[in-house]
């Protein structure tokens, strides 16, 4: 069964320090993955896909297949990154399985 | 225009009780999404439609809930005989037709809590 694992539940991390969000997936399929944030008092929104290679807000992403992850990563970590982070794998008919979540907090 | 409206935005019942939650999506995306978030865990899948139809249901719990989405717009998701675990946040989400590579819409959610 297709599974999402974001081992850490809380991450802190200085400004202007470098981020990773750390995901692994179990998929038997070709997978495709995503970041989805949630500021505090905001709605969950989209902030990168692998299939789009983007860089969005500075933070990229990239598919492992031979490690089956998908780690977010910015180099410099902004106060405004604070947020709840969540990985997701999409299958089937275009229902996403999502992680626990990470919850990122920036120190100034 | 708007984005996903969910309604009510909190919920308070008493167990046993029958609850519905209202989606509206975005004009004009076809593709409809239910999801269920607990405390401490990502969303759960629980049903998408496609129009009008339940494309896939195979999230929902049991037989205690239910979803429509009569004309393909808002959709209302059902909960009978409620009971203490099905307290969560109920999010909504809409694309555009569903296929891959569109991006899904979520809604603020309605947080339930049963009594």
């Known amino acids: 069964a297709q599974r999402v694992t974001q081992p850490e539940k809380l991450l802190s991390v200085f400004k202007g320090a470098p981020v990773e969000l750390k995901c692994n997936y179990s998929?038997?399929?070709?997978?495709?993955l995503f970041w989805y944030v949630q500021y505090s008092r905001q709605r969950l929104q989209l902030l990168l896909r692998?299939?789009s290679r983007e860089s969005i807000k500075g933070f990229t992403a990239d598919l492992n297949k031979g490690e089956t992850s998908f780690h977010l990563k910015k180099p410099f970590a902004q106060e405004e990154d604070s947020a709840m982070y969540y990985c997701a794998l999409k299958f089937g008919n275009e229902k996403l399985t999502f992680g626990t979540g990470t919850r990122l907090t920036i120190i100034p | 225009g708007a984005g996903v409206s969910q309604t009510p935005s909190n919920k308070v019942t008493e167990k046993g009780k029958y609850v519905e939650l209202r989606c509206d999506p975005i004009s004009g995306h076809t593709a409809l999404y239910w999801y269920r978030q607990s405390l401490g865990q990502g969303p759960e899948f629980l049903i998408y439609?496609?129009?009008?139809?339940?494309?896939?249901d195979s999230g929902l719990p049991n037989d205690r809930f239910f979803a429509v989405r009569p004309e393909g717009s808002v959709s209302t998701l059902k909960i009978q005989r409620t009971e203490r675990g099905d307290s969560a946040v109920y999010l909504c989400?809409?694309?555009?037709?569903?296929?891959?590579?569109?991006?899904?819409?979520f809604g603020p959610g309605t947080r339930l809590t049963v009594l």
């Open positions: 989400a809409s694309s555009f037709d569903g296929l891959t590579y569109n991006e899904q819409f």
């Open positions: 439609f496609q129009g009008t139809g339940a494309a896939d």
């Open positions: 692998h299939i």
């Open positions: 998929y038997s399929g070709s997978p495709e």
